[in-house]
């Protein structure tokens, strides 16, 4: 099967997604492409490389949004009917707010937007599913509270990005989740993955719905399901 799998800057489900990208990639051709918030985010939950591995060669490229322009040519791949699916797992609020309302103006949402035109099916995990309370979890952060502001601090020394300023906190978009500085501080003050509870806003999950309305999307509810469905489809 010639499947597309789209990351975006969602921090939930992300590790899930993953982890069913591993296995659909090392069984199926599949294009990534990122958004450029699903490779920074990517990049600080420590996952980019796990995703590239699997990438390289025809039809299993690397896409990232960082590296287009305003066009994004390599969508025209899913106009002409090329991929047999396109994955979008995990989706943000924000890719599913411009999905549902015919906007196409990002690397994903655009070929969502070409898949639907070239009679593609695209299958979307969105992470907004129901109102109310959510669990869901952090990259690395630097917990205050534990932090004694060492003259000379181990876990920004141990940093291979300089991603740490002493006493303050982490700078994500250096982060790239190694991990090093959790190991390093004897005060165990770096904490990864941590899971804090937000709100799911009302307005995320009803465009979560209007998804079901779309031509040539099917909207599913975990990562998990998608082996399933790849499974039934060939
Ligand atoms: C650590 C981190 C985790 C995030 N997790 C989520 C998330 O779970 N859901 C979401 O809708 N946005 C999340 N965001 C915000 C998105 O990355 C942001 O809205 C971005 O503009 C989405 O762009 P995209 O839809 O093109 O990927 C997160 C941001 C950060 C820094």
Redesign the pocket.
């Known amino acids: 099967m010639r499947v597309a799998w789209a990351?975006?800057?969602?921090?939930?489900?992300?590790k899930e997604s993953v982890m069913i990208y591993e296995k659909v990639a090392k069984k199926h051709d599949v294009t990534v492409l990122m958004?450029?918030?699903?490779e920074?985010?990517l990049k600080?939950?420590g996952l980019y490389d796990r995703v590239k591995k699997f990438t390289g060669g025809y039809y299993k490229e690397l896409v990232r949004?960082k590296d287009q322009e305003y066009s994004f040519p390599i969508t025209g791949r899913f106009s002409l009917g090329r991929y047999d699916l396109l994955i979008v797992s995990?989706?943000?609020?924000?890719?599913?707010a411009?999905i549902v309302h015919g906007i196409a103006d990002?690397?994903?949402?655009n070929a969502v937007a070409q898949a639907g035109k070239g009679r593609v099916k695209t299958l979307i995990v969105p992470?907004?599913i129901k109102v109310g309370k959510n669990e869901?979890v952090?990259?690395s952060k630097l917990e205050l509270d534990l932090c004694k502001n060492c003259e000379t601090c181990k876990a920004a020394a141990a940093c291979p990005t300089d991603a740490i300023i002493p006493g303050r906190e982490i700078e994500?978009l250096k982060c790239i989740g190694c991990g090093s500085c959790e190991k390093a501080c004897p005060y165990n003050a770096i904490v990864g993955g941590k899971i804090i509870e937000i709100y799911v806003r009302k307005i995320?999950v009803e465009n979560t719905k209007l998804l079901n309305k779309l031509e040539c999307v099917e909207v599913i509810d975990n990562p998990k399901k998608i082996l399933d469905y790849i499974t039934s489809f060939s």
Not at 7 to 14: D, E, P, V
Not at 35 to 38: E, V
């Open positions: 990351f975006t800057g969602a921090g939930h489900f992300l958004s450029k918030a699903g920074e985010v600080m939950y949004e995990p989706a943000t609020a924000n890719t599913v411009k990002t690397l994903v949402t992470v907004d869901t952090l990259p994500l995320d």
